[in-house]
T-cell receptor, first 115, second 116 residues
């Protein structure tokens, strides 16, 4: 596995503003993903963060709302733009380590509340 | 695309007893993997156990084991000698190859309560 950290761990934001969430891994990883977990719900994949190129977004998620960067093999950011209360969720990054491309390990999550 | 269904929103168990959490899935892929993740109130998603679809032998990790019934597309989790620290939300998940490569699909989750 890998040690994964996320910043911030939680935040309370005003509607209309943007928040950037960071995901840092202690080793180079093959793949990185971003998930959203709405209150009381399961996890939904937002996008795959591709190193050095544009992220691959799932249906229902767009780059203008959730821009993602991945400048290297250990770091990625997710920005939640022009926030509304409906964006209040836990945002989690996950990584795939080494050659075992099927198993994802998760960061501790960022709890976002939008007022 | 794959789907994962957990039909038990909540389960409870007495400490030291055994509990089984149910999960069914559906996928058209022949190459896939199944997982159980645990999410305690700290919200950290913790990998509990992993099963390769091509393996008939059920995976086991200490007190955690699965009953993998491939024909029935069933993947239940058995927790033996339950401990207070096992209390959490448990998610069943599936990942496949092909066009859905890398995409983990989760069930709705089961809240497990452990009574002392």
């Amino acid at each position: 596995s890998a040690v994964i950290s996320q910043k911030p761990s939680r935040d309370i934001c005003q509607r209309g503003t943007s928040l950037t969430i960071q995901c840092q891994v202690d080793s180079q990883v093959t793949m990185m993903f971003w998930y959203r977990q709405q209150p009381g719900q399961s996890l939904t994949l937002i996008a795959t963060a591709n190193q050095g190129s544009e992220a691959t977004y799932e249906s229902g998620f767009v780059i203008d709302k959730f821009p993602i960067s991945r400048p290297n093999l250990t770091f990625s950011t997710l920005t939640v733009s022009n926030m509304s209360p409906e964006d209040s969720s836990i945002y989690l990054c996950s990584v795939v380590v080494g050659l075992s491309t099927d198993t994802q390990y998760f960061g501790p999550g960022t709890r976002l509340t939008v007022l | 695309a794959q789907t994962v269904t957990q039909s038990q929103p909540e389960m409870s168990v007495q400490e030291a007893e055994t509990v089984t959490l149910s999960c069914t899935y559906d996928t058209s892929e022949s190459d896939y993997y199944l997982f159980w993740y645990k999410q305690p109130p700290s919200r950290q998603m913790i990998l509990v156990i992993r099963q390769e679809a091509y393996k008939q032998q059920n995976a086991t990790e200490n007190r955690f084991s699965v009953n993998f019934q491939k024909a029935a597309k069933s993947f239940s989790l058995k927790i033996s000698d339950s401990q207070l620290g096992d209390a959490a939300m448990y998610f069943c998940a599936c990942i496949t190859g092909g066009t859905s490569y890398g995409k983990l699909t989760f069930g709705q989750g089961t809240i497990l309560t452990v009574h002392p």
